[in-house]
C-alpha cells in the first residue's frame, strides 16, 4: 500500500505527492491569512481596516472603503477603483481577477464570485473566471454575481438578483437569474457617492 493517496484515493508516488504537499501548506497559509482578514472586519475604523486589507494585497484606490465584516478570497486578485463603497457582509474573490471600477457602490450581503466548480467534471475541478464592474454601477443588497461576468458602466443591479451573463452598459436588471428591467435616462455620470458610515 501507497503512502501517499489523492482525494480520489489513487496511490500516489513521492515525487507526485510532493507538489500536493506544498499546495496543501499553501492553502494553510491562504487560510490562516484569510482568517485574518476576516477578524479585521470587526474593527469599526476604515482607515485601520483598509491598510490591513492593502498590506494583504487589496489594490483600494482613494476615497474608497469597504464596510465591515467583509471576507475576501485570495485578496492580491481583488482591485477596487477610487471613490467605491462596499457594504457589510460582502464577499470578494480573488482567485481570478476582480475588478471594481470607481464611484461603485455595492450595497450589504452582496458575493462576488469568479471560480465555480465544473459540475461535468469527473473530479469536480473548480474553474476560474475574472469578473469587471465597470464605473458608477449600483449593486443592491444579497446580489449574487457569478464568475466570468462584466458589468457595464452605469449598470444597475437589483436587490438578491442573481447575474449569470454580461450586462451592458446602462442597464437595470434584476431577477433570478437577472434579466433586463430597464434603462437609466442618466447617460453621463459625474456624481460623487455620499461619505461612508462612520465606525461601520
Same mark, same amino acid.
Not at 447575474?163 to 451592458?168: E, L
Given at each position: ?61 482613494? %476615497? ?75 449593486? %443592491? ?40 428591467? %430597464? ?18
Amino acid at each position: 500500500m501507497g503512502l501517499f493517496k489523492d482525494k480520489m484515493g489513487r496511490e500516489l508516488s513521492f515525487q507526485e505527492a510532493l507538489p500536493k504537499i506544498f499546495n496543501r501548506f499553501y492553502s494553510c497559509c491562504l487560510d490562516l491569512e484569510l482568517m485574518i482578514l476576516r477578524w479585521t472586519g470587526h474593527v469599526p475604523f476604515h482607515c485601520i481596516r483598509k491598510w490591513i486589507y492593502q498590506v494583504a494585497g487589496v489594490k483600494i484606490g482613494r %476615497g474608497s472603503v469597504i464596510h465591515m465584516w467583509a471576507n475576501f478570497f485570495k485578496p492580491k486578485g481583488i482591485e477596487i477603483g477610487e471613490g467605491t463603497i462596499i457594504g457589510d457582509h460582502v464577499f470578494l474573490d480573488g482567485r481570478a481577477k476582480l475588478k471594481i471600477g470607481n464611484h461603485v457602490d455595492i450595497a450589504s450581503q452582496v458575493l462576488i464570485y469568479n471560480s465555480e466548480h465544473d459540475i461535468n467534471d469527473p473530479e469536480f475541478k473548480a474553474r476560474e473566471e475574472p469578473v469587471s464592474i465597470e464605473d458608477y454601477v449600483f449593486i %443592491g443588497p444579497r446580489v449574487i454575481i457569478q464568475p466570468g461576468i462584466k458589468i457595464g458602466k452605469g449598470v444597475i443591479i437589483a436587490a438578491g438578483a442573481v447575474v449569470t451573463k454580461d450586462v451592458p452598459p446602462g442597464k437595470v436588471v434584476g431577477g433570478v437569474p437577472a434579466k433586463e428591467i %430597464g434603462e437609466r435616462k442618466l447617460k453621463e455620470y459625474r456624481y460623487r457617492l455620499g461619505r461612508a458610515r462612520l465606525f461601520q
